[in-house]
C-alpha cells in the first residue's frame, strides 16, 4: 500500500523554529506600583511645568486686533458691499486705534476673517493645481473640478475655482500719529507665504523677451468676483503678478478653522521710529475695502501681533498641556489611594 498523505492540523504546523514558536528572547516588564506610580507623577509633573513655561511665554507676546466689518466710516462701504452689482465699485474708509505699550522686535500684519469655512471638501477640492503651475493646456481647459467656477462666457477663468474666485482683497495702509503728521508705516510684502508654495507649487505661463504676462494669460478670464485680472495684481512690483503673487498663494493654502488669520506683511524696522518696533501711540487704517462678508455671516480684522519662539499668541497647547497634567495627576493620586488601601501589603483584587 501506498502512504497516506497526512492532511488537516499537523500539516499546517509552522516548523519548530524558535522564530516561528515564538521562543526568541524577550523582555516583558513586571508591572507594579512601585514603578508605575512615579512614572505617573513625574508624566503629570512634566506636563504641568510645560504648560506653566508655554503659559508664559504666550503672555509675553502682544497682540491687537481690530475688527473693522462695519466700524466708523467703513460702515457705508459694509452696507455697499451687501450688494453683487456693486462688487465692481471702489470703496475706501478709515479707523484708528491705540497701541498701549511699545511692540519690541519683529511685528507681523494679519487679516483675519471669522465664520468663514475654507475647510468645506467642496470647496477644498474646488482648484486645478495643474493650471497652477502654468501650463497652457490646464490655462485653456481648466480642471472639471473648478466647476461652476471654471469658465465665464465660454471663456477660461485663471485661476479657476472656488478658493481663487473668494480670494480676500482688501488692502490696508497703516499710519503712525506720533510724529504729528500721520506717518505710513513701512511694510515687507514679499517672502510671506511659504517657499516650497512660491518656488514649486506655482508658476506662471513660460514667457520669452517678447511676451508680456498679460500675452501669457491672454485667452483667459479673470474670476467672477476679482476686481482685477491675474497678471495686474500688484500693479507696483511686476515680479509679483499671475500666479507667483504671494497674496495669492498665501490666500490658496486653506485654514483648518472657521475663524483664521493669514499673513499681510511684516514691519520693516530700517527705518526710524520703527527700527525698535512698534512705539505706542495712536495709529490708523486705510482700508481699501473690497471683501463683502455679509453673504456668510461673518467678520473682518486687522491683527497686529509680535511673535516668540513657540510663535504667536495661541493658548491651545499651553492649555492642553495643564489639563493633561491635571488628569494624570489625578489618576495617579487614584491609583495611589487604591494602592495603599487594597495592595500595599501584596494583596489582590481577586482575594479580596
Not at 488537516?8 to 509552522?14: D, E, F, H
Not at 491687537?64 to 475706501?92: A, H, M, P, Q, W
Not at 495643474?130 to 467656477?149: D, E, H, I, V
Not at 483667459?220 to 507667483?244: C, H, M
Request: proline share 6%.
Amino acid at each position: 500500500m501506498g502512504k497516506v498523505k497526512v492532511s488537516g492540523p499537523l500539516s499546517r504546523r509552522p516548523d519548530n523554529s524558535a522564530f516561528k514558536q515564538q521562543r526568541l528572547p524577550a523582555w516583558s516588564p513586571a508591572l507594579s506600583a512601585h514603578t508605575l506610580l512615579p512614572l505617573f507623577y513625574g508624566i503629570a509633573v512634566l506636563c504641568v511645568l510645560l504648560g506653566v513655561w508655554l503659559l508664559v511665554t504666550v503672555q509675553n507676546t502682544h497682540e491687537i486686533k481690530v475688527d473693522y466689518t462695519s466700524l466708523g466710516t467703513c460702515e457705508r462701504c459694509y452696507e455697499l458691499r451687501k450688494f453683487r452689482e456693486n462688487s465692481t465699485k471702489s470703496c475706501s474708509c478709515e479707523v484708528e486705534f491705540e497701541i498701549s505699550e511699545n511692540l519690541t522686535g519683529d511685528v507681523f500684519i494679519y487679516y483675519g476673517l471669522i465664520n468663514f469655512h475654507q475647510n468645506l471638501r467642496l470647496y477644498m477640492d474646488s482648484r486645478d493645481d495643474t493650471q497652477m503651475l502654468g501650463r497652457k493646456k490646464n490655462l485653456q481647459a481648466p480642471s472639471s473640478y473648478c466647476t461652476p467656477f471654471d469658465k465665464v462666457d465660454g471663456v477660461p477663468i485663471a485661476p479657476c475655482g472656488a478658493i481663487a474666485n473668494s480670494k480676500f482683497n482688501d488692502s490696508f495702509i497703516l499710519q503712525y500719529h506720533g510724529l504729528g503728521a500721520p506717518a505710513p508705516i513701512p511694510l515687507f510684502r514679499k517672502g510671506i507665504s511659504w517657499y516650497t508654495d512660491e518656488n514649486v507649487k506655482f508658476r506662471n505661463p513660460s514667457t520669452n523677451d517678447t511676451f508680456s504676462l498679460a500675452q501669457a494669460f491672454q485667452g483667459t478670464a479673470r474670476p467672477v468676483y476679482w476686481q482685477k485680472p491675474v497678471y495686474e495684481l500688484d500693479p507696483s512690483d511686476p515680479n509679483n503678478n499671475g500666479f507667483i503673487n504671494e497674496d495669492l498663494i498665501v490666500w490658496m493654502r486653506e485654514a483648518a478653522f472657521p475663524n483664521f488669520k493669514k499673513l499681510y506683511g511684516v514691519l520693516n524696522r530700517s527705518r526710524a521710529p520703527f527700527k525698535q518696533g512698534l512705539p505706542a501711540g495712536t495709529y490708523s487704517i486705510l482700508i481699501q475695502y473690497n471683501f463683502p462678508v455679509e453673504y456668510f455671516r461673518g467678520r473682518k480684522e486687522l491683527v497686529v501681533s509680535t511673535v516668540t519662539w513657540f510663535g504667536g499668541k495661541n493658548h491651545f497647547l499651553p492649555i492642553a498641556y495643564l489639563v493633561t497634567g491635571g488628569l494624570v495627576l489625578i489618576t495617579a493620586a487614584a491609583l495611589t489611594a487604591v494602592y495603599l488601601k487594597v495592595g500595599k501589603e501584596g494583596k489582590n483584587m481577586k482575594e479580596l
